[in-house]
């Protein structure tokens, strides 16, 4: 009896140590269970989270890859109207161009109008040069304080060298970002709601001033200019025979030989009004000669297309005189429009003014300001809104045998930088500056640096600056009669195989 109620207490005993055995082992297997569903689903997390960054970079890099296309058309587009703008006919420029067509999807760019005149293509010699404006140049202009206009100038002296963006302005005591890129626009504008130039008047130092006021010294038929400001030779007495016809070079150098020296194109005017030529051979004289080694002029205006703001700024020149040049545009022939003397062949100027006026003046546009998006739409709905559009900003130059890109920068953000402006920012702002410099966003779109000499693709339908850095290029002869040379211009640029930025 004893014996049999011992077993059963041990039996009972061994069982509650069984059952304790198999709870602890339960509790341990759920536990390592969910330690492993844990590590499964943090593994699991992390791959997602790095195909998202990496599909997110892919998207990144594919658009970017898309902005580089756009590039390479921009600049086919420009040079196949080099003959147009030889003939001081200002660059055209679709709306939409179509990059690629994949699988029902479309890659586009888009151009935004920008500019005063809202223009897709905005010549850069409709702006006032900052590196030769002066104070009475600025104090024309309403909305900018007297005392900033006696800055700007002397700031720039003040350091001795020009200006090489907008932003620089920046450094200047009373420029702030709203005098420079005018108020924000509004929501809904796209990525030109920085651009502060879409009312009918200028209202920032951007809507009136440029940097990248630059031109070749070419006559319409493609050749150098001839420089007067030489000591005469039979050389120069050739050349002006073969352009002037015989004869000319012992009148020029009579003249040359009398004392008189053409340190200026100002001189040029003034010795044509002295022998009372007739402004109608003016043309042909201010189109063919120049007072400079330079092959490069600087700071000139374009009275074909500045606007009437900007041309009364000009000394000589009024409100109204300027209005009057700007409406007598639209009944220009051909032969006037690539002259700068028209005002004076149409009587709108009196010819001695142009004595300080002429060589302030020009009829063509080499380099243009471009600003676009590039993205992705439905091919069945190509003017539908794009796919996760980046924006750009870019300024060609065509002032070489082919056109370059003095600058670029991505601009998608441009409008949440715009409202964190600030003094205590400038180096912030000057990022998004209308200009590029050594810091901005040309490495941002990575590959860049090969656009300058772009094979043609399939598409539908600033002062003088500092001396070349040894990576710029080289002066050239035109290469034909719509060439141009090449040369220092104001722009950045990375050349092929280059790790540092051409100034």
């Given at each position: 009896?004893?014996?049999?109620?011992s077993?059963?207490?041990?039996?009972?005993?061994?069982?509650r140590?069984?059952?304790?055995?198999?709870?602890?082992?339960?509790?341990?297997?759920?536990?390592?269970?969910?330690?492993l569903?844990?590590?499964?689903?943090?593994?699991?997390?992390?791959?997602?989270?790095e195909?998202?960054?990496?599909?997110?970079?892919?998207?990144?890099?594919?658009?970017?890859?898309?902005?580089?296309?756009?590039v390479?058309?921009?600049?086919?587009?420009?040079?196949?109207?080099?003959?147009?703008?030889?003939?001081?006919?200002?660059?055209?420029?679709?709306?939409?161009?179509?990059?690629?067509?994949?699988?029902?999807r479309?890659?586009?760019?888009?151009?935004?109008?920008?500019?005063?005149?809202?223009?897709?293509?905005?010549?850069?010699?409709?702006?006032?040069?900052?590196?030769?404006?002066?104070?009475?140049?600025?104090?024309?202009?309403?909305?900018?304080?007297?005392?900033?206009?006696?800055?700007?100038?002397?700031?720039?002296?003040?350091?001795?060298?020009?200006?090489?963006?907008?932003?620089?302005?920046?450094?200047?005591?009373?420029?702030?970002?709203?005098?420079?890129?005018?108020?924000?626009?509004?929501?809904?504008?796209?990525?030109?709601?920085?651009?502060?130039?879409?009312?009918?008047?200028?209202?920032?130092?951007?809507?009136?001033?440029?940097?990248?006021?630059?031109?070749?010294?070419?006559?319409?038929?493609?050749?150098?200019r001839i420089?007067l400001n030489?000591?005469?030779s039979?050389?120069?007495?050739?050349?002006?025979?073969?352009?002037?016809g015989?004869?000319?070079?012992?009148?020029?150098?009579?003249?040359m030989?009398?004392?008189?020296t053409?340190?200026?194109?100002?001189?040029?005017?003034?010795?044509?009004?002295?022998?009372?030529?007739?402004?109608?051979?003016?043309?042909?004289?201010?189109?063919?000669?120049?007072?400079?080694?330079?092959?490069?002029?600087?700071g000139?205006?374009?009275?074909?297309?500045a606007s009437?703001?900007?041309?009364?700024?000009?000394?000589?020149?009024?409100?109204?005189?300027?209005?009057?040049?700007?409406?007598?545009?639209?009944?220009?022939?051909?032969?006037?429009?690539?002259?700068?003397?028209?005002?004076?062949?149409?009587?709108?100027?009196?010819?001695?003014?142009?004595?300080?006026l002429?060589?302030?003046?020009?009829?063509?546009?080499?380099?243009?300001?471009?600003?676009?998006?590039?993205?992705?739409?439905?091919?069945?709905?190509?003017?539908?809104?794009?796919?996760?559009p980046?924006?750009?900003?870019?300024?060609?130059?065509l002032?070489?045998?082919?056109?370059?890109l003095?600058?670029?920068?991505?601009?998608?953000?441009?409008?949440?930088?715009?409202?964190l402006?600030?003094?205590?920012?400038?180096?912030?702002?000057?990022?998004?500056?209308?200009?590029?410099?050594?810091?901005?966003?040309?490495?941002?779109?990575?590959?860049?640096?090969?656009?300058?000499?772009?094979?043609?693709?399939e598409?539908?339908?600033?002062?003088?600056?500092?001396?070349?850095?040894?990576?710029?290029?080289?002066?050239?002869?035109?290469?034909?009669?719509?060439?141009t040379?090449?040369?220092?211009?104001?722009?950045r640029?990375?050349?092929?195989?280059?790790?540092?930025?051409?100034?």
């Amino acid at each position: 009896m004893m014996r049999r109620r011992s077993d059963r207490q041990s039996g009972r005993r061994a069982l509650r140590r069984s059952v304790r055995r198999r709870g602890f082992v339960i509790i341990t297997v759920f536990i390592v269970v969910g330690a492993l569903l844990l590590l499964t689903m943090g593994l699991l997390s992390r791959a997602q989270l790095e195909l998202t960054a990496t599909s997110q970079a892919t998207a990144t890099a594919q658009r970017h890859a898309l902005a580089r296309s756009a590039v390479r058309v921009l600049l086919h587009e420009f040079d196949r109207q080099r003959e147009d703008i030889l003939a001081s006919n200002p660059a055209v420029l679709d709306e939409q161009y179509t990059l690629y067509d994949l699988r029902n999807r479309l890659g586009v760019m888009r151009l935004q109008a920008i500019g005063v005149e809202q223009s897709r293509a905005q010549p850069e010699s409709s702006l006032l040069d900052v590196n030769h404006v002066t104070t009475e140049m600025l104090n024309a202009f309403e909305f900018i304080p007297v005392d900033v206009a006696q800055r700007i100038p002397a700031f720039r002296e003040a350091r001795g060298r020009p200006y090489t963006s907008l932003a620089d302005l920046l450094e200047v005591d009373g420029v702030d970002a709203e005098l420079l890129f005018g108020p924000p626009r509004g929501e809904g504008d796209g990525v030109s709601s920085v651009d502060p130039s879409f009312d009918t008047a200028p209202r920032a130092l951007a809507d009136v001033l440029t940097v990248f006021g630059v031109e070749p010294a070419l006559q319409r038929n493609g050749r150098l200019r001839i420089n007067l400001n030489t000591p005469w030779s039979d050389e120069l007495g050739g050349r002006l025979n073969e352009r002037f016809g015989e004869g000319t070079d012992a009148i020029v150098k009579d003249i040359m030989g009398n004392g008189t020296t053409f340190e200026s194109d100002a001189k040029l005017y003034e010795v044509m009004l002295f022998f009372k030529m007739e402004p109608s051979e003016w043309p042909e004289v201010v189109d063919a000669l120049t007072t400079s080694l330079d092959p490069f002029l600087y700071g000139r205006l374009n009275i074909n297309t500045a606007s009437a703001d900007v041309l009364a700024a000009l000394p000589e020149l009024d409100m109204e005189t300027a209005a009057s040049i700007v409406d007598a545009r639209q009944s220009l022939t051909d032969e006037e429009r690539q002259t700068e003397v028209w005002p004076v062949l149409r009587d709108l100027v009196p010819a001695a003014t142009y004595a300080t006026l002429g060589p302030k003046l020009t009829t063509r546009s080499w380099t243009y300001r471009v600003r676009f998006e590039v993205g992705e739409v439905n091919a069945e709905d190509s003017e539908g809104d794009l796919d996760r559009p980046l924006g750009f900003e870019a300024v060609i130059d065509l002032a070489s045998p082919r056109a370059r890109l003095a600058a670029l920068r991505e601009i998608t953000l441009s409008p949440i930088a715009y409202e964190l402006r600030g003094a205590e920012i400038v180096g912030e702002i000057s990022d998004f500056s209308t200009e590029n410099r050594e810091s901005d966003d040309i490495q941002s779109v990575e590959g860049f640096s090969d656009v300058e000499a772009p094979a043609a693709p399939e598409v539908d339908r600033d002062q003088q600056p500092e001396p070349p850095s040894p990576v710029s290029e080289e002066i050239e002869a035109p290469a034909s009669s719509a060439g141009t040379t090449s040369g220092a211009r104001m722009g950045r640029w990375r050349t092929l195989g280059s790790a540092s930025n051409a100034g």
